[in-house]
């Protein structure tokens, strides 16, 4: 099979489904909120997660002031709250009211934990850099919330209660097929 090759990449979506989740940030009483889809794990000990942003996001705005940012993993049947809560910008909106979004009280931190999230860290700003047109912060998980539901015995997500939210590219959205998840035992 012909495998293409290209080498003036531009705009890449090669990588993707991700997962998207929601950011959450808040100083004083101004709060907002971001869809994205560039983020990681980066360290069980410390527990560090990183986000991709940039720098015209007015969450990232937040963040730099607050030094705190949530991370909020919606389902799903929430889709339409992800393209909605990523294609406006809170710095003239109030996201929050004019979605009618819903927040529980956050453990450790200020930022906004969305009711709709299965699971949500709270973070502690440690480290931003810039890399090409993003910046990557680096933040320490502080707390974890999580519906108790959504995880399995084997400390993985329950596909019969969650779907979780995949982000193809190009404004497309999927989800897993439960039937395809497949228990193999790593090693050779
Ligand atoms: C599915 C999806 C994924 C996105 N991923 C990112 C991302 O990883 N980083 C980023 O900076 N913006 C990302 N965006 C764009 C922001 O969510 C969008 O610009 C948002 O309106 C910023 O809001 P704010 O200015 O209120 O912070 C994404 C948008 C969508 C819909």
């Given at each position: 099979m012909p495998k293409a090759v290209v080498e003036d990449i531009g705009k890449f979506n090669h990588h993707y489904p991700k997962v998207a989740v929601i950011v959450t940030a808040s100083v004083q009483?101004?709060?907002?909120?971001?869809?994205?889809?560039?983020?990681?794990?980066?360290?069980?000990?410390?527990?560090?997660?990183?986000?991709?942003?940039?720098?015209?996001?007015?969450?990232?705005?937040?963040?730099?002031?607050?030094?705190?940012?949530?991370?909020?993993?919606?389902?799903?049947?929430?889709?339409?709250?992800?393209?909605?809560?990523g294609g406006i910008s809170g710095q003239e909106t109030d996201k929050f009211q004019r979605l009618g979004i819903e927040t529980e009280k956050p453990a450790r931190t200020k930022v906004p934990v969305l009711k709709d999230a299965y699971?949500?860290?709270?973070?502690?700003?440690?480290?931003?850099?810039?890399y090409g047109d993003h910046i990557w912060i680096v933040g320490e998980i502080v707390a974890v919330r999580y519906l108790e539901e959504a995880l399995a015995g084997e400390g993985i997500l329950n596909l019969e209660r969650v779907k979780p939210l995949l982000y193809f590219g190009s404004d497309f959205y999927a989800t897993t097929d439960k039937n395809s998840l497949t228990f193999i035992k790593k090693g050779i």
């Open positions: 009483d101004r709060m907002d909120a971001m869809t994205a889809a560039w983020h990681s794990s980066i360290s069980f000990t410390p527990p560090l997660y990183g986000v991709s942003m940039m720098p015209s996001r007015f969450t990232y705005r937040l963040i730099a002031e607050s030094k705190e940012f949530g991370i909020n993993f919606i389902p799903f049947e929430k889709a339409s709250l992800a393209a909605r809560v699971v949500a860290y709270e973070c502690k700003l440690v480290d931003s850099k810039p």
